[in-house]
């Protein structure tokens, strides 16, 4: 029973592998305007991420200024 089990495991992990090997050499390959795209909205999402980390360093900045005897407040004795 233990080698019929194996033995079907492996069989559909072959055929698994077959099929998307199959695929992969029929599959089209994205037109220059489809990878140029891709590229445009990879940066998209970096600046994205760029902004964030600004905004939580610029936030943090502030955050630091405004706590009592920080820059911009005055010293109280």
């Keep these: 029973m ?3 089990t194996l033995a079907g ?6 055929l698994g592998l077959a099929l998307y ?3 992969a050499l029929v ?3 994205p ?9 445009t909205r990879e940066a998209i ?3 994205g991420r760029a902004v964030e980390q ?3 360093a610029v936030g943090a900045e502030v955050d630091r200024a405004l706590q009592p005897g920080g820059e911009g407040q ?3 004795p």
């Design 27 to 29: 599959r089209p390959e």
């Design 2 to 4: 233990l080698k019929t």
């Design 9 to 14: 495991l492996g069989l559909v992990a072959v």
């Design 21 to 23: 090997g199959g695929y």
């Design 74 to 76: 005055p010293d109280r």
């Design 45 to 47: 999402e970096d600046m």
């Design 54 to 56: 600004i905004g939580e």
């Design 31 to 39: 037109t220059p305007q489809e990878a140029a795209a891709q590229q």
